[in-house]
Every structure is written in structure tokens, then in C-alpha cells.
């Protein structure tokens, strides 16, 4: 059974960092093509990131040169570095695991921007 878990969101001031971390369970990472979706209330679900099985990554425009997606492939780990949070990047993050037309997903973490 695929079990993917974020953890590390949490409510952090405008300009601050966090960083998220999927754990994973009955996949091997570095076979899928691992990526952090976020989605804000009333608003529909955005790609922020994405790794690749080559390793090489995707981010969305909107949060390239703050946010970095890595891979450790031997804890079979995903993590998401956040740095200069704002406001607008406060959403549900949420972990997934694509090959093929199949996806899985986590529960999600919250990350909250706010002063």
C-alpha cells in the first residue's frame, strides 16, 4: 500500500523559511516523478514543484529563486525548501507520486504566511 505523509508546515512570519517533508512508503522515489501541489481556499489546486525520475526539477514561476524540490532517494524522502514565504503562499501542500495515469497523493500540511 502507497502511503505518502508531509510533514513541516506550520505558521511561519512573511520572509521566513520552512521546509517540508514527504515520507513515503510502498514506492521507490526515484521511480516516480515526485511533486508538491498546493492549494488556498476558493482557489484551484497549482503544480509548485516537481522532480523528475532523471532528477531533474520543475518549479512553478511563482515561487522560482524561493522554493526548491529534492530528493533523498535512500530514505526515499521528497522535501520542499520554502524561503521568502509570503502571504500568497499560504495553501494546503500536498505530496504526490505520478507514473503513468496513476497518482497518489498525501493528507497535505498547512503552511500559513502571516504576521
Known amino acids: 500500500q502507497v502511503q505518502l505523509v508531509e510533514s513541516g508546515g506550520g505558521l511561519v512570519q512573511p520572509g521566513g523559511s520552512l521546509r517540508l517533508s514527504c515520507a513515503t512508503s510502498g514506492i521507490i522515489v526515484s521511480t516516480y516523478a515526485m511533486g508538491w501541489y498546493r492549494q488556498a481556499p476558493g482557489k484551484q489546486r497549482e503544480k509548485v514543484a516537481i522532480?523528475?525520475?532523471?532528477?531533474?526539477?520543475q518549479h512553478a514561476d511563482s515561487v522560482k529563486g524561493r522554493f526548491t524540490i529534492s530528493r533523498d532517494n535512500a530514505k526515499n524522502m521528497v522535501y520542499l525548501q520554502m524561503n521568502s514565504l509570503a502571504p500568497e503562499d499560504t495553501a494546503v501542500y500536498y505530496c504526490?507520486?505520478?507514473?503513468?495515469?496513476?497518482?497518489?497523493r498525501g493528507q497535505g500540511t498547512q503552511v500559513t504566511v502571516s504576521s
Open positions: 504526490t507520486a505520478r507514473r503513468g495515469s496513476t497518482e497518489h
Open positions: 522532480i523528475g525520475i532523471s532528477g531533474i526539477t
